[in-house]
């Protein structure tokens, strides 16, 4: 069973700060990895990916992986109100569909 | 942009009821799920289809069926609700083959009395 592991929160950041957002996962053989955030009573949607190991950047998101770790993060820089929300770390390591975390709840202090 | 519809945002049945959710995407995507939401459960996955009439299960397909007979239409069915069925039902899309972001449908709010 694919395991992926995330701190629930609530993450509080001030404003205009970094938020550092984490995930771990079971599946050593796991090849693709997903950020997706999440609005009270809202579908997810899909932020980021990221397939290898490093750092990829888009606008204030960056995601960074660490297979040797089983790691994958998500930094949110110049945080807003508007970030505040569940983030959710989703692996996909086969032909079954992604597993997800079960997200982490970030606030943003104005 | 791509886009997946649920058939209604929020559904009340009583139990016993046979209950269809349906979704569409207008993207040609080869795969789509169905999961269900549940407070400090998170996402977990019912059933699955690559292609048209397949299915697979997920972790939780007890008391759940599924039909696609056309690729862009993926019918959650629950043949006889019951209480414990109440939960946030989403439907999700995937290009294929070699590319596996999935993108969510609103979401069916199902209250099972």
């Known amino acids: 069973q694919k395991e992926v592991e995330q701190n629930s929160g609530p993450l509080s950041v001030p404003e205009g700060a970094i938020a550092s957002l984490n995930c771990t996962y079971s599946d050593r053989g796991s090849q693709s990895f997903f950020w997706y955030r999440q609005y009270s009573g809202k579908s997810p949607e899909l932020i980021m990916s990221i397939y290898s190991n490093g750092d990829k950047e888009d606008g204030r998101f960056t995601a960074q992986l660490n297979k040797a770790s089983q790691y994958v993060s998500l930094l949110i820089r110049d945080s807003q109100p508007s970030d505040s929300a569940t983030y959710l770390c989703a692996v996909i390591g086969g032909a079954d569909g992604l597993t997800f975390g079960k997200g982490t709840h970030l606030i943003i202090q104005p | 942009d791509v886009k997946v519809t649920q058939s209604s945002r929020y559904l009340v049945k009583r139990t016993g009821e046979k209950v269809f959710l349906e979704c569409v995407q207008d993207m040609d995507h080869e795969n789509m799920f169905w999961y269900r939401q549940d407070p400090g459960l998170g996402l977990r996955l019912i059933y699955f289809?690559?292609?048209?009439?397949?299915?697979e299960k997920g972790d939780i397909p007890e008391g759940y069926s599924v039909s696609r007979e056309k690729k862009e239409r993926f019918s959650l069915i629950l043949e006889s609700a019951s209480t414990n069925q109440t939960s946030m039902y989403l439907c999700?899309?995937?290009?294929?083959?070699?590319?596996?972001?999935?993108?969510f449908g609103p979401g069916t709010r199902l209250t099972v009395t």
């Open positions: 289809s690559y292609d048209v009439k397949m299915k």
């Open positions: 999700a899309s995937s290009p294929g083959t070699g590319a596996y972001e999935q993108y």
